[in-house]
């Protein structure tokens, strides 16, 4: 099974970018389909981005977070990444990666069958 481990939560001003990393251990990120979810205070955990496991079926992102923020991977560091950018407060929560055997992302957190620990992300002026 494979482990993920999320770095590089923060504290950050509103309209500032932060990137969120999540390191695959176990086996190859290129094997695994991969999403990201956060859970705002007070709120269910949702869905922000997924990606596919082999890129041929792209990146798939909440719609209102589309344009804002960008999910990719890095094979030779066998890492996935989110990238964020003009965040707002709303923004604000814990965020977490996540990975399923097959191909295919999807933005609904119980197809996934491995998650990381989370990392908080805030945003505040």
């Known amino acids: 099974q494979v482990q993920l481990v999320e770095s590089g939560g923060g504290l950050v001003r509103p309209g500032e970018s932060l990137r969120l990393s999540c390191a695959f251990s176990?086996?190859?990120?290129?094997?695994?389909?991969g999403g990201w979810f956060r859970q705002a205070p007070g709120k269910e955990r949702e869905a922000v981005a997924c990606?596919?496991?082999?890129?041929?079926?792209?990146?798939f992102y909440e719609k209102s977070l589309e344009g804002r923020f960008t999910v990719s991977r890095d094979m030779a560091e066998n890492t996935m990444y989110l990238q964020m950018s003009s965040l707002k407060s709303e923004d604000t929560g814990i965020y977490y990666c996540?990975?399923?055997?097959?191909?295919?992302?999807?933005?609904?957190?119980?197809?996934?069958?491995?998650w990381g620990q989370g990392t908080q992300v805030t945003v505040s002026s």
């Open positions: 996540a990975a399923r055997s097959g191909q295919l992302c999807s933005m609904k957190e119980e197809l996934y069958d491995s």
């Open positions: 176990g086996l190859p990120v290129d094997r695994y389909a």
């Open positions: 990606i596919s496991a082999d890129d041929g079926e792209g990146a």
